[in-house]
């Protein structure tokens, strides 16, 4: 199945994703296409593809940020419309979608590794809207707290993994039952742990 991550640069989804038997989605593809179409095409001047204009929208023809009112409308900030125009098609494309949801205040790493483990906050009114179309896609969607301890981190990779495997199942009509969801955040705060201890965890879990 093809499965798509939210945010799409989470290494602790991104990680068990492509160890299942799965295909990860993510619209970095297309935007290594864009830069393959740019470098290939002469008469793109270099001083056009660092301004906004209509002109440089259409030397992207996989990422034109004008589809983004498809999924939100014109009303809404530009910023919104240009991540939709991104995420929305990888949406319509996934058969099943994990979403980490939301931030903590309780960070247990600094910013850069919170970063890149877990990718951020993101834009919040992007992230609604992003959930929203999911849901109206009725496809398997499986949406997990922010971690706040070891405990929530190692219950986060079981949870992943477990949907995972109810993806497989699904697509070898080996089941048809909606998932339920087993992971349930603790009221633990603060337990971390340090990111050679974290990447073990990683490279020892069960996909």
């Known amino acids: 199945m093809k499965v798509a991550v939210i945010p799409d640069s989470a290494m602790i989804l991104i990680n068990q994703v492509n160890k299942s038997n799965h295909q990860l989605l993510s619209h ?61 098609p990888i949406i319509e494309e ?5 979403m980490l949801r939301g931030n903590s205040n309780n960070h247990m790493y600094n910013t850069l590794n919170e970063l890149i483990l877990f990718g951020g906050n993101g834009c919040v009114n992007t992230r609604r809207l992003m959930e929203h179309l999911i849901r109206k896609e009725n496809i398997p969607f499986l949406k997990l707290e922010y971690p706040n301890s070891r405990e929530e981190i190692i219950n986060i990779i079981y949870e992943i993994n477990n949907f995972l495997d109810y993806l497989t199942d699904l697509e070898t009509s080996k089941t048809n039952k909606p998932y339920i969801k087993k992971y349930i955040p603790s009221k633990n705060k603060g337990n971390s742990f340090n990111l050679e201890e974290f990447n073990n965890i990683l490279k020892n879990s069960d996909k």
């Open 94 to 98: 996934a058969d099943a979608v994990i």
């Open 28 to 88: 970095y593809n297309d935007i290594q296409k864009e830069k393959d179409f740019q470098k290939q095409n002469k008469e793109i001047k270099k001083g056009d593809l660092n301004k906004s204009s209509e002109k440089s929208i259409d030397y992207m023809p996989d990422l034109k940020p004008t589809r983004g009112i498809k999924y939100s409308g014109i009303e809404l900030p530009s910023g919104v419309l240009g991540r939709m125009s991104v995420h929305g």
